[in-house]
């Protein structure tokens, strides 16, 4: 069977990547399972750039195609920010997740609400020898100054789902892969990767 390598470090994304993927009927493996330990400098100026990036990394370094993530939170009040940088949204090294919820719930308190914000995944597919392939997702909602449930990871306790009456957080996995961003954007990818893998 075909193998496709989740080229993530981070876990929360690997757990709902492994969910969202099964469909496509191929061994799904994990940096762990092949013993890779590949930290890919983040420097680009786009979700594309940083997804490319990782995934063509990632593929050279295993020689198996390879899906690669980039993510962020685009909060209107901050302008878009933290957007691409999302994983580093915190002035002090080695700050959490939850550190940086707090940190934006700070940076937004004086503001009046809604806080209205966007997730938005960009998926890059890397076949070694090949061109990348891109696909994407969006995800609306607001950040709201408490922290509610105990899922997923990141952002998701202060991301509020109005329509569901929800944070992200209060989703089962089964719901937050229909909805979010990510699920959005591996939707977009399913048929770029039958084209891979089946024809
Ligand atoms: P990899 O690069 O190894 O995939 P990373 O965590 O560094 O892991 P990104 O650079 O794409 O990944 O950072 C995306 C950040 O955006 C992530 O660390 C979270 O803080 C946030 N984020 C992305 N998707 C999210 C989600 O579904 N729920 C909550 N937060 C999310």
Redesign the pocket.
């Known amino acids: 069977m075909k193998k496709l390598l989740i ?4 876990k ?2 690997v757990k ?1 990547l492994h969910e969202l993927l099964k469909e496509l009927d191929v061994e799904l493996v994990t940096p762990a399972d092949i013993n890779l330990n590949l ?2 400098e ?1 420097d680009g100026a786009t979700y594309i750039e ?2 490319s990036k ?1 995934a063509i990394a990632f593929a050279q370094a295993s020689g198996l195609i390879s899906l ?6 685009e909060v209107d009040a901050l302008d878009g920010a ?1 957007g691409l940088y ?2 580093r ?1 915190h002035p002090k090294p080695g700050a959490d ?1 939850a550190d ?1 919820r707090a940190y934006m719930i700070e940076n937004l308190k004086d503001k009046s609400r809604p806080w209205t914000a966007h ?1 938005h ?1 960009t998926i890059a597919i890397a076949v070694p020898g090949e061109d990348v392939k891109i696909a994407d997702g969006d995800c609306y909602g607001e950040i709201i100054p408490e922290e509610r449930g105990t899922g ?5 306790p202060i ?1 509020f789902m109005p329509e569901l009456g929800k944070t ?1 957080s209060e989703l089962e996995m089964e719901e ?1 892969n229909r909805l ?3 699920a959005r954007a591996v939707m977009n990818a399913m048929p770029i990767l039958r084209e891979i893998f089946f024809n």
């Open positions: 080229a993530t470090n981070n929360g994304k709902e930290d890919v983040e940083n997804a990782k690669a993530d980039d993510s962020g939170l933290p999302s994983a949204y997740d940086r997730f995944a997923g990871f990141g952002y998701d991301f992200m937050k979010s961003h990510r």
